[in-house]
Structure formats: C-alpha cells, structure tokens
C-alpha cells in the first residue's frame, strides 16, 4: 500500500496520501511491514482486523503511480496556476 491508507482503500475505494507527514502516530506494525493509517478511526479499524485491510493476497492492486494521487507543495501549486483567478465585472 505504500504510503496509502489500507483502511480507506478498502472501505470507500478510496486513495489517500499519507506520506507528507513524518509522524507516528497513526502507523501499525502487521507481518513485518508497516502501514499508514489516515487518522485514528482507521488505525483502530485496522487494528481490530488487520486480515481484512491487509490480507496476505491483497484485494486491491494500486493504480499505476503516474494515476495516483499526490500531495502538491504550496509552491507546485502556484507553478501550476501562475495567474491569479480574476472575476471581470464580479
């Protein structure tokens, strides 16, 4: 799962990025690996039933990294807008 949370993945089908923070806290040791939860509902989702979130044979294939999603730095977001909205006449 990489960075990604297993339990969102798996309940909403949905990909969430946690690898902008460095901490701890919502992390959990299973099988040797490590994974990141998105907060702690999920670390608890997935301490109750790690099997279910990260099965020996996942469920779930990750789509191809350049389909992912990413967090963007404030800078790379302006790199990507370099011009401010302007409103004509509103």
Do not use: W
């Not at 301490?47 to 789509?63: N, Q, V």
């Amino acid at each position: 799962y990489e960075h990604y949370c297993p339990v969102s993945l798996t309940l909403r089908n949905e990909l969430l990025d946690c690898s902008s923070t460095t901490r701890t806290d919502y992390v959990a040791e299973y099988r040797g690996r490590y994974y990141r939860m998105a907060g702690p509902k999920e670390l608890q989702q997935f301490l109750d039933d790690s099997e279910h979130f990260a099965p020996s044979e996942p469920r779930k294939i990750l789509p191809a990294p350049n389909c992912r999603p990413h967090r963007r730095t404030e800078a790379e977001t302006k790199a990507m807008f370099p011009k401010p909205i302007e409103f004509a006449s509103y």
